[in-house]
């Protein structure tokens, strides 16, 4: 292999949080869903379409200076539900979290269809989604029963 080949394409960091193994092309939907893409201070890299020997490609984002708490890996759950995540303290990893993309989402998105009942205001209903299915990825409302578009999703983050 090539000296190429075995350099880093992107740097280590100090502190911080770096999502591995997230399917290629869909690091940007990542950033949106953990509201990474705009108003943050935090340097954030992003690496898409990596060679990988068990997905082909993937993609990878690195985060500085900030650790993911358990509501962002529930988000990142709907969009790379088998991306690793590795918290990093002085350039080592100091824990790797587990995402769990369980048989219901609760209160991580609300339902898309515009006349479900938990877009009414009157109606104080838990926003949850049944996962008829992880690949591909197949989300209903508990609700209304309606199939969610996880492009969709990203816009509807609680």
Do not use: W
Not at 39 to 64: A, C, Y
Not at 122 to 140: F, G
């Amino acid at each position: 292999m090539s000296q190429e080949h075995n350099m880093r394409r992107v740097t280590a960091i100090q502190n911080g949080t770096v999502i591995d193994h997230i399917p290629a092309g869909q690091a940007m939907r990542v950033l949106e869903m953990l509201g990474l893409d705009k108003g943050t201070s935090v340097p954030v890299s992003l690496v898409m379409n990596v060679p990988s020997m068990k997905m082909g490609t993937k993609d990878i984002i690195k985060v500085e200076d900030r650790e993911l708490n358990q509501a962002e890996l529930n988000r990142l759950a709907l969009v790379a539900p088998d991306a690793h995540v590795a918290i990093i303290r002085a350039y080592s990893v100091a824990e790797k979290l587990t995402i769990e993309l369980g048989d219901e989402i609760v209160n991580v998105v609300r339902c898309t269809f515009s006349n479900c009942i938990t877009i009414n205001p009157r109606e104080p209903l838990a926003h949850r989604l049944r996962v008829l299915s992880r690949v591909p990825l197949d989300l209903r409302c508990h609700y209304c029963g309606r199939p969610q578009d996880p492009d969709e999703l990203v816009a509807n983050v609680i």
